[in-house]
């Protein structure tokens, strides 16, 4: 229906530096979808059939003779370096210095969902300049469009376990749960208010982290603080020329495509977040692997509430 057709394959062997996973769990993101338009093609998929899914909850099946610090039993979450995929699979192969021990305290359907959506939250906040976990210095003004997507249910999270007010759009239906997970002030964005990304209450925005579709450039300056800064996580070429058009002219405010390499150490850093209750997933459904295209279709239709996550 969506392209995707259920085979059998070898289960897959680690080579030096990686770990086989039993699946517990994985979750679907926009970059999988982007591979499947052909967007990044020449560049992915590198080779045919094609597994998507790149975040990883699981076991560790067998290591690599190289591995050093997993062993089969251990619980873990990963990131499958996009090259490869195959979370929607019962085996996949991780390398070692992407894979991160899970803590009891954290489940399979926590750990799927937090990989790429939760780096992507923490990316942007990391090039906010300002920000700090910390909460010290200046209080920031934060913009998160589609805020009870998938990123954005982190980064309004985040944002608020440090030193940033945050103004946050949706849907009408999910106001009460954004303003739950900390937003200071949510915008139904079909208002239009919410339409021109308006703080309520008349605030500049220091950054906006975007994870919504659809919005100008010309929409975002006007709401921008004098070195205000937009992060784009789904970047388009036009983003890209845009941005390139700015830095030349030496504008201060900007519009910056978030490229992100995934780090160990800060996947780490969220997963305690998550053990210490801190931040939560919050997830709209939950698929077996036989019915995959269905949950492939409702990332596909966008409106999502979190994150959608597939199991063996």
């Given at each position: 229906m969506y392209l995707?057709?259920?085979?059998?394959?070898?289960?897959?062997?680690?080579?030096?530096?990686e770990?086989?996973l039993?699946?517990?769990?994985?979750?679907?993101?926009?970059?999988?979808?982007?591979i499947?338009?052909?967007?990044?093609w020449?560049?992915l998929?590198r080779?045919?059939?094609?597994?998507?899914?790149i975040?990883?909850?699981?076991?560790v099946f067998?290591?690599?003779s190289?591995?050093?610090?997993?062993?089969?039993?251990?619980?873990?979450?990963?990131?499958?370096?996009?090259?490869?995929?195959?979370?929607?699979?019962e085996?996949?192969?991780?390398k070692e210095?992407?894979?991160v021990?899970?803590?009891p305290?954290v489940?399979a359907?926590?750990g799927a969902?937090?990989?790429?959506?939760g780096?992507?939250?923490?990316?942007?906040?990391?090039?906010?300049?300002?920000?700090?976990?910390e909460?010290?210095?200046?209080?920031?003004?934060?913009?998160?469009t589609?805020?009870?997507?998938g990123?954005g249910?982190?980064?309004?999270q985040l944002?608020k376990l440090?030193?940033?007010?945050?103004?946050?759009?949706?849907?009408a239906r999910?106001?009460?749960?954004?303003?739950?997970l900390?937003?200071d002030?949510?915008?139904?964005?079909k208002?239009?208010d919410?339409?021109?990304?308006?703080?309520p209450?008349?605030?500049?925005?220091?950054?906006?982290?975007?994870?919504?579709?659809?919005?100008?450039?010309?929409?975002f300056?006007?709401?921008?603080?004098?070195?205000?800064?937009?992060?784009?996580?789904?970047?388009?070429p036009?983003?890209?020329?845009?941005?390139?058009?700015?830095r030349?002219?030496?504008?201060?405010k900007?519009l910056?495509?978030?490229?992100m390499?995934?780090?160990?150490e800060?996947?780490?850093?969220?997963?305690?977040?998550?053990?210490e209750?801190?931040?939560?997933?919050?997830?709209?459904?939950i698929?077996?692997?036989?019915?995959?295209e269905?949950?492939w279709?409702?990332?596909?239709?966008?409106?999502?509430?979190?994150?959608?996550?597939?199991?063996p």
């Amino acid at each position: 229906m969506y392209l995707l057709q259920h085979v059998e394959l070898q289960v897959p062997s680690p080579k030096q530096d990686e770990v086989l996973l039993k699946m517990e769990a994985t979750s679907i993101n926009p970059f999988d979808l982007r591979i499947q338009k052909g967007i990044v093609w020449p560049f992915l998929p590198r080779k045919f059939p094609h597994i998507p899914g790149i975040d990883a909850a699981g076991e560790v099946f067998e290591v690599g003779s190289g591995v050093k610090n997993f062993k089969a039993g251990d619980k873990v979450v990963a990131v499958l370096f996009n090259i490869c995929g195959g979370g929607l699979a019962e085996f996949a192969v991780a390398k070692e210095n992407l894979t991160v021990s899970r803590p009891p305290e954290v489940t399979a359907f926590q750990g799927a969902a937090l990989p790429i959506a939760g780096l992507a939250a923490h990316e942007c906040l990391l090039r906010t300049p300002g920000f700090n976990y910390e909460k010290t210095g200046q209080q920031l003004n934060l913009l998160i469009t589609a805020a009870s997507g998938g990123v954005g249910q982190y980064a309004v999270q985040l944002a608020k376990l440090g030193n940033a007010h945050v103004t946050a759009t949706c849907g009408a239906r999910n106001l009460d749960l954004v303003k739950s997970l900390g937003a200071d002030e949510v915008i139904d964005y079909k208002t239009p208010d919410g339409a021109a990304l308006k703080s309520p209450s008349g605030r500049k925005y220091d950054a906006v982290i975007h994870c919504a579709t659809g919005f100008p450039w010309s929409t975002f300056k006007p709401n921008l603080s004098t070195n205000g800064k937009v992060f784009d996580i789904t970047p388009t070429p036009s983003v890209f020329m845009t941005y390139a058009l700015q830095r030349l002219t030496f504008s201060k405010k900007q519009l910056v495509p978030l490229l992100m390499t995934p780090k160990k150490e800060k996947l780490d850093f969220l997963l305690n977040f998550v053990k210490e209750g801190k931040i939560k997933a919050v997830i709209d459904s939950i698929h077996p692997l036989s019915k995959a295209e269905e949950a492939w279709a409702k990332s596909i239709d966008g409106h999502a509430t979190g994150k959608i996550i597939v199991e063996p």
